[in-house]
């Protein structure tokens, strides 16, 4: 055995005792865990990190935005710390961020060489254009074949708008808000890099909709610039920042939910199934308990990032299509008019006679940060359920408001706290066959003005 594996040969000669792990083999094997687990993370988040890095070194020499091109106009120089560098063409790095500008257009010059990446390093997707999809070549090997041409850039799901023509546009699709913009430049001779530099400098950026910005070009040779990533432990600080937008982003997905295809229970409401179903079909889900597709197997990466940054826990039971057994659960997070519900507004529900739920059924409120109940004052609970004092109104339906204070004539009320953002969800245990027949349906939060009460 080579002297290097003697360690791994100590690890697997750790003691047990009764089947227990010792003290001090638990702390060896939580420190070698905790070891591999920070090594894998790095090697995972290397594409995203190094993106970050690059984003981050670029921006702090030439300045952030779209329209913001770092162009290396004398050639890549050795004080510029970044990644196998090619210093023989003139480079444009850019960096675009979709959440904030919404679909980006590109007009590339004729003689250009670019490519666009996601913040993973994954090239953005074309459809198929003359039976050839183009995976984020813009130019010479791009669909213009560098004769120059006019590109959008769209997220994931972008639905154009109504009477919007993009037909003159070849479109990239991006995974991520984040793009970046890589562009080269040629010259003819070491001696004249000024058709490389004016190759780079021909591009323009703008949103599709909304004010344009004018393009900057930032000549960036001679500046010292480091766009690499960390190799020790400040890389986890870059994986931080990740964690946040990552959790942002999550946050987003969840908000923004009722747009997915098959979210909804109802097109005319609000309220969303977090496996997703048909709206004819409440007996089967889209989505199966890891959130991959039924019908291609594919994980729907949004759907699981809403799960599990609001909820947690999953079984075939959370998800049953059997009548009379298991659960169902509809959420929202906006009220009738598709504005996100908050706690300094008046609100108001209402709820069919005869819930279809066996066992009981709940409206629960939940803070919008953490997803945890809302902790108003004076408040043990942010829910209402059939096995309380829900009162129903003399029809048989249920009339609930939410409120910081209890509005005049509310006989069901939870209080909310203003300013901070909440979302409802309603539960049925043990639902039954009206619910799966959709002869119910439950309405939307609707903003009311009643006069709150001390």
């Given at each position: 055995m080579p002297e290097w594996a003697h360690r791994y040969q100590?690890?697997?000669?750790?003691?047990?005792?009764?089947?227990?792990?010792?003290?001090?083999?638990?702390?060896?094997?939580e420190d070698e865990l905790y070891f591999q687990r920070a090594v894998q993370t790095y090697l995972w988040a290397l594409p995203a990190v190094n993106m970050y890095a690059m984003k981050e070194g670029i921006g702090r020499a030439a300045g952030r935005g779209y329209q913001v091109m770092s162009v290396f106009e004398?050639?890549?120089?050795?004080?510029?710390?970044?990644t196998t560098p090619n210093c023989d063409v003139i480079y444009g790095l850019g960096f675009a961020d979709l959440a904030e500008t919404g679909p980006l257009v590109i007009e590339a010059p004729p003689g250009l060489q670019a490519l666009l990446d996601d913040f993973w390093q994954r090239p953005l997707r074309s459809p198929l254009l003359d039976g050839i999809q183009y995976l984020g070549d813009i130019g010479l090997p791009g669909p213009d074949r560098g004769k120059g041409g006019r590109y959008l850039i769209v997220p994931e799901?972008?639905?154009?708008?109504?009477?919007?023509?993009?037909?003159?546009?070849?479109?990239?699709?991006?995974?991520?808000?984040?793009?970046?913009?890589f562009l080269r430049g040629f010259f003819p001779s070491v001696d004249d890099l000024a058709p490389g530099v004016a190759a780079v400098e021909g591009i323009t950026v703008y949103p599709l909709h909304g004010q344009r910005q004018p393009m900057r070009f930032e000549h960036v040779s001679d500046l010292p610039l480091n766009a690499l990533f960390p190799r020790g432990a400040a890389y986890f600080d870059l994986l931080d920042h990740a964690a946040t937008v990552g959790w942002k982003t999550a946050k987003t997905i969840a908000a923004r939910?009722?747009?997915?295809?098959?979210?909804r229970w109802w097109n005319d409401r609000q309220w969303i199934a977090h496996v997703k179903t048909d709206l004819d079909d409440f007996l089967h889900t889209l989505l199966d308990e890891e959130f991959r597709d039924r019908r291609t197997g594919h994980t729907d990466v949004n759907a699981k990032a809403h799960m599990y940054v609001n909820h947690y826990s999953i079984s075939t039971g959370m998800i049953t299509s059997r009548v009379g057994a298991g659960a169902k659960y509809a959420n929202t997070y906006t009220d009738r008019d598709g504005d996100v519900?908050?706690?300094?507004?008046?609100?108001?529900?209402?709820?069919?006679?005869?819930?279809?739920?066996?066992?009981?059924?709940?409206?629960?409120?939940?803070?919008?940060?953490?997803?945890?109940?809302?902790?108003?004052?004076n408040q043990t609970y942010s829910s209402l359920n059939s096995l309380g004092d829900l009162k129903p109104n003399e029809d048989g339906t249920y009339t609930i408001h939410t409120a910081p204070q209890r509005p005049a004539g509310a006989a069901n009320w939870i209080r909310t706290?203003?300013?901070r953002g909440w979302f409802g969800l309603i539960r049925w245990y043990s639902p039954?066959?009206?619910?799966?027949?959709?002869?119910?349906?439950?309405?939307?939060?609707?903003?009311?003005t009643h006069r709150p009460t001390s």
């Amino acid at each position: 055995m080579p002297e290097w594996a003697h360690r791994y040969q100590a690890l697997a000669e750790l003691p047990f005792t009764g089947g227990y792990p010792t003290d001090q083999t638990a702390c060896a094997l939580e420190d070698e865990l905790y070891f591999q687990r920070a090594v894998q993370t790095y090697l995972w988040a290397l594409p995203a990190v190094n993106m970050y890095a690059m984003k981050e070194g670029i921006g702090r020499a030439a300045g952030r935005g779209y329209q913001v091109m770092s162009v290396f106009e004398k050639r890549l120089k050795p004080h510029t710390l970044i990644t196998t560098p090619n210093c023989d063409v003139i480079y444009g790095l850019g960096f675009a961020d979709l959440a904030e500008t919404g679909p980006l257009v590109i007009e590339a010059p004729p003689g250009l060489q670019a490519l666009l990446d996601d913040f993973w390093q994954r090239p953005l997707r074309s459809p198929l254009l003359d039976g050839i999809q183009y995976l984020g070549d813009i130019g010479l090997p791009g669909p213009d074949r560098g004769k120059g041409g006019r590109y959008l850039i769209v997220p994931e799901g972008y639905q154009s708008m109504a009477g919007e023509d993009l037909s003159d546009y070849y479109i990239y699709t991006s995974s991520t808000n984040g793009v970046l913009i890589f562009l080269r430049g040629f010259f003819p001779s070491v001696d004249d890099l000024a058709p490389g530099v004016a190759a780079v400098e021909g591009i323009t950026v703008y949103p599709l909709h909304g004010q344009r910005q004018p393009m900057r070009f930032e000549h960036v040779s001679d500046l010292p610039l480091n766009a690499l990533f960390p190799r020790g432990a400040a890389y986890f600080d870059l994986l931080d920042h990740a964690a946040t937008v990552g959790w942002k982003t999550a946050k987003t997905i969840a908000a923004r939910f009722h747009h997915e295809p098959g979210a909804r229970w109802w097109n005319d409401r609000q309220w969303i199934a977090h496996v997703k179903t048909d709206l004819d079909d409440f007996l089967h889900t889209l989505l199966d308990e890891e959130f991959r597709d039924r019908r291609t197997g594919h994980t729907d990466v949004n759907a699981k990032a809403h799960m599990y940054v609001n909820h947690y826990s999953i079984s075939t039971g959370m998800i049953t299509s059997r009548v009379g057994a298991g659960a169902k659960y509809a959420n929202t997070y906006t009220d009738r008019d598709g504005d996100v519900l908050m706690g300094q507004h008046t609100y108001r529900i209402d709820l069919p006679a005869q819930p279809p739920a066996k066992l009981l059924w709940s409206l629960t409120l939940y803070d919008a940060d953490t997803a945890a109940e809302i902790a108003a004052e004076n408040q043990t609970y942010s829910s209402l359920n059939s096995l309380g004092d829900l009162k129903p109104n003399e029809d048989g339906t249920y009339t609930i408001h939410t409120a910081p204070q209890r509005p005049a004539g509310a006989a069901n009320w939870i209080r909310t706290v203003p300013a901070r953002g909440w979302f409802g969800l309603i539960r049925w245990y043990s639902p039954e066959q009206t619910f799966f027949d959709h002869n119910y349906k439950p309405g939307d939060f609707v903003k009311t003005t009643h006069r709150p009460t001390s």
